[in-house]
């Protein structure tokens, strides 16, 4: 093995094992995490269609049918008729579904917090720009995603970006 795929290893067992971490920190009772994926595409890019959300999803628009009902039923997104092309309907994420992923990034924010106030100043850096270039590798990949669907992130994508 070379190295630089022993260290993509090891990035990707340390990532995958602090999003588990994560989301045992989750509120109880909160939308499940396909849900909650769902209203971070929908706060960070905007009204979308149903079509757009399955493909940066990976998965078949029909798989989002009861995720997308449940969500519509607590009032977190609502369907419209696009504007400009009334056959099709677009999704948004509501002020309550934004309400829903704030609570929850708090909650997480907040364990994650407790677990740096224990390290060093030197480790919290180290970790910042890790964060920082973790970031990037997510933004490949949802640009490659984006250009799948031939949709840009809506104006307000830049201020919602950390939604998920």
């Not at 989301?23 to 769902?38: A, D, H, M, T, Y």
């Not at 009861?66 to 607590?74: K, N």
């Not at 609570?103 to 994650?112: A, G, I």
Request: aromatic share 2%.
């Amino acid at each position: 093995m070379l190295v630089i795929d022993e260290e993509a290893s090891a990035l990707r067992k340390a990532t995958t094992r602090l999003s588990r971490r994560l989301q045992q920190e989750r509120p109880q009772g909160s939308v499940s995490l396909n849900q909650f994926s769902l209203l971070g595409y929908l706060s960070r890019y905007g009204p979308t269609t149903v079509g757009d959300l399955a493909a940066l999803e990976r998965a078949q628009p029909q798989s989002l049918t009861r995720p997308l009902a449940s969500l519509e039923e607590e009032g977190l997104i609502h369907r419209a008729p696009d504007p400009v092309d009334g056959r099709r309907v677009l999704v948004s994420i509501t002020a309550a579904g934004r309400e829903v992923l704030a609570t929850d990034m708090r909650q997480r924010d907040s364990w994650l917090a407790l677990v740096l106030s224990r390290m060093t100043p030197t480790e919290r850096g180290v970790l910042a720009l890790a964060a920082d270039l973790m970031e990037r590798i997510s933004q490949d990949a949802e640009s490659v995603a984006l250009r799948a669907t031939h949709r840009r992130p809506a104006p307000q994508a830049e201020a919602d970006r950390s939604a998920s």
